[in-house]
């Protein structure tokens, strides 16, 4: 068996991918709507893409909408995200404030995984504050995104091994394929990760219209989650939630 990460009823890393979906309401009145529409699709968890939220930089004004959006959700897994810009979100904010607002969610204890990316500043301060927020007993995703290519296999491997020397309880990868051999490098990292190297599960993506395979293939290849869209996609190729989960199950009931 794979290593498994729980979260919640939720067992990440073992049989079919999970379905999380982002949300990104850029006020309280559209994420409440957004949380609504989100009960009615299949999915496993839902992301809060923050650096959406007009708010983010009010901690008193995030933690009182997260607040109900934990009630709404009721069980359902909540990762917390902000993207910053040069991994390909909406804004950009101070580092300190950055590593200030996840530790400040964490302790809430209304979110069960929170994305730190790697390129946030040097180890040392990665780790400090991976090791506060499970401190809060949240689990930490540490991504990386490259929106304009795909690195070589090796290096894709290196970068999850260091995330989790860093720990991560789910390094995440995603890529941009320029070639079917870049969505081939990206799933070959993936199963030799899984295979040789994983300590956790990983979560890996090819992003675009290329790599939609990459998006469906997790059971095989190794990947623990998969990013699917509700009614707007937080990145390329993201596939619609009820599709994605459908195909997930189809092929996992013909394996």
Not at 74 to 95: C, N, Q, S, Y
């Amino acid at each position: 068996m794979r290593n498994v990460v729980k979260v919640r009823n939720v067992k990440l890393g073992n049989g079919i991918p999970k379905v999380a979906v982002p949300f990104m309401g850029s006020d309280d009145k559209e994420i409440r709507r957004e949380i609504e529409y989100l009960k009615t699709i299949n999915l496993d968890l839902v992301e809060w893409r923050i650096d959406y939220y007009k708010y983010v930089e009010s901690i008193e004004k995030v933690k009182r909408i997260l607040a109900q959006i934990r009630k709404s959700l009721g069980d359902i897994p909540i990762i917390f995200t902000f993207r910053t810009a040069k991994e390909g979100g909406e804004k950009e904010i101070t580092v300190e404030y950055y590593v200030k607002l996840v530790k400040s969610v964490a302790a809430t204890g209304n979110v069960d995984i929170i994305d730190v990316e790697l390129s946030i500043g040097g180890n040392e301060l990665v780790k400090e504050i991976v090791d506060t927020i499970h401190q809060c007993g949240v689990k930490v995703i540490m991504s990386s995104h490259n929106f304009q290519m795909t690195p070589e296999k090796d290096e894709l491997i290196e970068k999850m091994c260091e995330m989790q020397h860093l720990g991560a309880d789910l390094p995440k990868i995603a890529v941009m394929p320029c070639s079917t051999k870049d969505v081939l490098d990206l799933l070959t990292a993936t199963n030799e990760m899984i295979c040789y190297h994983s300590k956790t599960p990983v979560i890996t993506m090819s992003m675009g219209s290329l790599g939609i395979v990459s998006r469906i293939a997790g059971e095989t290849f190794g990947s623990a989650i998969t990013f699917g869209s509700a009614k707007a996609a937080s990145a390329p190729g993201q596939l619609d939630a009820n599709e994605l989960y459908k195909v997930l199950h189809f092929i996992a009931a013909n394996r």
